[in-house]
């Protein structure tokens, strides 16, 4: 068995791409825009996950963007994606920089979580060992749900 990609429906492609490709680093490695059935699929991997996306199609992250108006409840909803980071610390101050919540901060140096533009939970877990718990981390309160 071999994961392939994760689907996540939008309801705002751009803005879904600002949030994955500009805030979190993701890149796009193609695009399906589906004229007769008036929706598009776009598909991104992680930095260090792009070389290997590229030639084998996986691991992914599918938007799923329908063009016509619809509000995502209930049943589409699922846990969370999680992607490894270099740095935890770094990362979540380059998000709150540009305005992203960090519902779950990294109060111990390893697990953080945000939510994406659609409420999609998005867990952050420190590469390797727990970096050394530190200020303003270690004092912040969770905000909100994750």
């Known amino acids: 068995m071999e994961y392939l990609h994760t689907m996540v429906r939008v309801r705002d492609l751009d803005e879904s791409l600002d949030f994955y490709c500009k805030k979190l680093g993701l890149k796009e490695i193609h695009r399906i825009d589906n004229h007769k059935g008036r929706f598009s699929l776009v598909f991104l991997a992680a930095?260090?996950?792009?070389?290997?996306?590229?030639?084998?199609?996986?691991?992914?992250?599918?938007?799923?963007?329908?063009?016509?108006?619809?509000i995502y409840t209930g049943g589409r909803n699922f846990g969370h994606l999680a992607f490894r980071v270099d740095n935890i610390y770094q990362l979540c101050s380059h998000l709150q920089e540009q305005g992203v919540i960090i519902n779950r901060p990294p109060r111990d140096g390893h697990m953080a979580f945000v939510r994406?533009?659609?409420?999609?939970?998005?867990?952050?877990?420190?590469?390797?060992?727990?970096?050394?718990?530190?200020?303003?981390?270690?004092?912040?309160?969770?905000?909100?749900?994750?």
């Open 47 to 70: 930095r260090d996950d792009v070389a290997h996306a590229g030639t084998h199609s996986t691991p992914l992250l599918e938007l799923t963007y329908n063009w016509d108006s619809e």
């Open 116 to 146: 994406s533009p659609d409420g999609i939970s998005i867990e952050l877990l420190q590469k390797g060992e727990a970096l050394e718990p530190c200020e303003p981390w270690l004092s912040m309160d969770n905000i909100g749900e994750w």
